[in-house]
Every structure is written in C-alpha cells, then in structure tokens.
Nanobody, 123 residues
Framework: VQLQASGGGLVQVGGSLRLSCAAS????????VGWFRQAPGKEREFVAC????????NYGDSVKGRFTISRDNAKNTMYLQMNGLKPEDTAVYFC?????????????????WGQGTLVTVSS
C-alpha cells in the first residue's frame, strides 16, 4: 500500500490543523494505520494509531486529549485532527500502516510509510 500525507503547515500556538493520509494500492480496511512525528535532532515519536474498523484507537501521552485520529475506509483515508497545538508539536508527521488486528505504538512494527508533512507551531 502507498501512503500520501498532507495538511501540514504553519499555525499559531493554540490553533488547529487536520492532517490527512490517503492510501492506494491495497485494501485499506485491512490495515492498522497510525501517525508518528519526528522533530529535528529527536527520535521518531508515536502519536496515534487506529484499528482497521476505527473502533479502537491509541494515543501518545503528549497528545492525548488534544489530537483525534479517525479513518474513512470508503475513502481510503486517515485523519489526524490536532487541536490546542503547542510549539513542541512542531515536527514532520508521518503516516504508517501495517496489516494487523493489533494496535502498535512502535514504529518498527509498521511496514508502510508516507513521505511526511511538516507541521510548524509558532509562539
């Protein structure tokens, strides 16, 4: 499956952005999909993931309560709604997928990756 992330940009502190990840070339509904982010000089960090049906989700501690992951299998697309953005949310955000019924928080478990979209939060 191929993944294409979009929706990044420059936003002020406290603002909102919605990222999208469009999938092609596979049966999207068979995949757990997730978001990771990487800031300059830091390791890739887990943000959120969602089950194939959308019925279960898992969030990183730093975004819990502010970010919401969702998916539309009919559109082969996953979303990340980001509210209450902080400067420390600045990073390149990557979408990822793995054919699984188990939710994974570790990047190494994901087989497929999008190219990343940059989110910059200015203070």
């Amino acid at each position: 499956v191929q993944l294409q992330a979009s929706g990044g940009g420059l936003v002020q502190v406290g603002g909102s952005l919605r990222l999208s990840c469009a999938a092609s070339g596979g049966t999207f509904g068979r995949y757990v999909v997730g978001w990771f982010r990487q800031a300059p000089g830091k390791e890739r960090e887990f943000v959120a993931c969602i089950s194939w049906s959308g019925g279960a989700a898992n969030y990183g501690d730093s975004v819990k309560g502010r970010f919401t992951i969702s998916r539309d299998n009919a559109k082969n697309t996953m979303y990340l709604q980001m509210n209450g953005l902080k400067p420390e949310d600045t990073a390149v955000y990557f979408c990822a997928a793995v054919e699984s019924i188990v939710l994974f928080r570790t990047a190494a478990n994901y087989n497929y990756w999008g190219q990343g979209t940059l989110v910059t939060v200015s203070s």
